[in-house]
């Protein structure tokens, strides 16, 4: 865990702060779970919808993984809702809206956070010009306001179906839908609740429902606003057995966390980073193995040829690696008047080159149905003042991100990037107060990340339970309004 933390959550400090007239909001304290299947005990999980095989599983694994469920849908369908029955949920016809209906079938004085799954069916003779009027856009009003009404921490996520060769109205509602969402998350964030959208285009039902679950529980706490298209599976629905990653630039800081995270999830890991951080990376790995993980350091220089030629090398005797996380990552910052020749290619060589150096030189013992994670920034996205040359390398990363996904589909290997915001690391502990609080009430959910959210995300990737995802951008930034 990480040992840097932010004054905002630290309960001592919130404790005699509480009720000042502070000229900046506090958080809510976010329920973090980075288990690989986080609990949702202590959860309401209310579900629009019970028709089909997809609404019977999302249901299905809300209740394994211990939320109280209840469906509203006049429409259910029998034999489905028997199932939901037995397995200690509720299916209800609505009794008014549905913020109504979730609030009549839970115990009165019940404050447990709300998570809200509502399927978006919108069906292919939808007229843009009744729009406001139809079933599907009231439907997804009546969920994010029940969402909205929901005590703290409570979550939601839209799955919406994406048809083959969809109608204009459908187009037009799923990004109305969209768009909707990009909104509802940043009225959430104060309160500490988040809200998604998936959008369903030919993935499998487990598939969607393992992402929906991810969305909805702990380990994706600060994550919100994403909108991700979920595809056909690429890769197994179970992860094979002696899988090994690589997590470069893990000495310390994110990377370690995210070898850790990995390690811990059952994953032999390689740790590398420079030889100069070799006693960083030898404590991560110390950490790792004290924790019953099993991990080693390889000290190379990933930007150079040489350097990632010594990383295959020391993989090679396993013959394998299922699992790359290109996480190493440098920063130089100046205005370009001001920047070096060098400084701009040295960070264009870290940031971004070295992933193509090692990925090649990993290329032959690289597993199909694997995962590649690559770490970008939300600078690569949005910019930022003063960071030309960290900027084109992050938004650069994004793009080789979607030309791999493309490139490798045949062999059903992953590849997404990450895209983090503000994380509370030992390098950004050093930016200016001031600067720190700006980024922070800049951010839906008014904190800082942990370097453990990022690793939560990157083992989720890492998963067969992200099957459904590739060349995707995650970003993972508490709802930051850069670039949103």
């Known amino acids: 865990m990480s040992t840097v933390t932010d004054w905002s959550l630290d309960p001592r400090v919130r404790r005699v702060l509480s009720g000042l007239p502070l000229p900046i909001k506090l958080p809510t304290p976010l329920h973090r779970d980075n288990s690989p299947q986080a ?12 028709q089909d095989d997809l609404d019977l599983t999302l249901a299905q694994i809300l209740l394994a993984r211990g939320a109280a469920v209840a469906v509203v849908d006049r429409h259910a369908k029998p034999a ?23 609030a009549g079938v839970a115990a009165r004085g019940d404050r447990r956070p709300l998570l809200v799954v509502h399927r978006m069916v919108a069906p292919p003779d939808i007229s ?35 048809a083959t060769q969809p109608t ?3 187009q037009v509602a799923i990004e109305a839908a969209a768009g909707m969402l990009r909104s509802l998350h940043k009225e959430l964030g104060p309160q500490g609740g988040t809200c998604h959208l998936v959008r369903a285009a030919g993935a499998d039902t487990g598939a969607v429902a393992e992402l929906v679950a991810y969305l909805l529980g702990g380990a994706s706490a600060f994550l919100t606003g994403l909108d991700l298209l979920a595809a056909p599976s690429r890769g197994p629905d179970t992860a094979p057995s002696g899988r090994v990653a690589l997590v470069t630039g893990a000495a310390r800081g994110i990377g370690a966390a995210i070898a850790t995270r990995l390690a811990l999830d059952g994953l032999q890991v390689w740790i590398n980073d420079v030889p100069q951080a070799q006693a960083a990376a030898q404590t991560t790995v110390t950490a790792i193995v004290a924790a019953g993980g099993k991990a080693q350091f390889v000290a190379a220089d990933c930007s150079s040829e040489a350097g990632a030629a010594a990383i295959a090398q020391a993989l090679q005797p396993g ?5 790359i996380v290109h996480n190493a990552g440098i920063t130089r910052d100046r205005t370009l008047k001001r920047l070096a020749l060098a400084q701009w290619r040295q960070v264009l060589a870290v940031n971004l080159s ?3 150096r090692v990925q090649r030189a990993l290329a032959p013992l690289q597993q199909p149905g694997g995962s590649v994670v690559m770490l970008s920034s939300v600078m690569g996205i949005a ?10 390398s992050k938004a650069g990363v994004i793009a080789l991100c979607k030309a791999w996904s493309q490139a490798w589909a045949e062999q059903g290997v992953r590849c997404n990037a990450i895209a983090p915001g503000f994380i509370v690391t030992e390098m950004t502990a050093q930016v200016p107060l001031f600067n720190r609080e700006m980024a922070k009430q800049l951010t ?16 989720f990737l890492a998963s067969p339970a992200s099957r459904a995802l590739s060349g995707q951008v995650l970003r993972c930034d508490g709802g930051m309004a850069f670039g949103a």
């Open 80 to 102: 489905f809702a028997s199932q939901i029955r037995q397995a200690g949920g509720q299916v209800t016809a609505p009794a008014g809206d549905l913020a109504a209906t979730f």
């Open 383 to 392: 910019g930022n003042f003063g960071q030309t040359n960290y900027t084109a």
């Open 39 to 50: 609990s949702l005990q202590g959860y309401r999980a209310g579900l629009t919808r019970l």
């Open 168 to 170: 204009v109205g459908q």
């Open 444 to 459: 839906a959910l008014l904190q800082p990340g942990l370097p453990e959210d990022v690793a939560a995300l990157a083992a």
């Open 319 to 323: 013959g394998r690696v299922d699992v």
């Open 354 to 356: 070295a992933m193509q």
């Open 128 to 162: 843009v010009a009744e729009l406001p009027s139809a079933a599907s856009m009231d439907g997804l009003f009546e969920a994010g306001q029940a969402a909205a009404l929901g005590p703290k921490l409570s979550r939601m996520v839209v799955v919406a179906d994406v």
